[in-house]
């Protein structure tokens, strides 16, 4: 069972990413998924989150209108898509599921990867 993510660096204020998460291990397609972030110093956060099936979404209030989160069931992906990216956008972005592996309830984190919104 494994989170992947991929997309993070260096970007501008203003600018815009996609973060990419890969999931392998489990039958992706019926499983929720998250995106959290850590910024330098400070708790992790939920950003976003996506029903199995993709169509229900929530988004925390910081990042609502700017970013987008879908999943490819086929692909086994899920995706954020990050606009007009501020300074306080600066963190570590992590993939996260909630499975159930057998008769296992198993929480699900990705290695994270890193977003600096710097001039």
């Known amino acids: 069972v494994r989170l992947v993510e991929s997309g993070g660096g260096l970007v501008q204020p203003g600018e815009s990413l996609r973060l990419s998460c890969t999931a392998s291990g489990f039958s992706f397609r019926r499983y929720d998924m998250r995106w959290y972030r850590q910024p330098p110093g400070k708790e992790r956060e939920l950003v976003a989150g996506?029903?199995?099936?993709?169509?229900?979404?929530n988004y925390a209030d910081s990042v609502k209108a700017r970013f987008t989160i879908s999943r490819d069931n086929a692909k086994n992906m899920v995706y954020l898509q990050m606009n007009s990216l501020k300074p306080e956008d600066t963190a570590v972005y992590y993939c996260?599921?909630?499975?159930?592996?057998?008769?296992?309830?198993?929480?699900?984190w990705g290695q994270g990867t890193l977003l600096t919104v710097s001039s």
């Open positions: 996260n599921s909630k499975v159930q592996v057998g008769p296992t309830p198993l929480e699900v």
């Open positions: 996506i029903s199995a099936g993709g169509g229900t979404t």
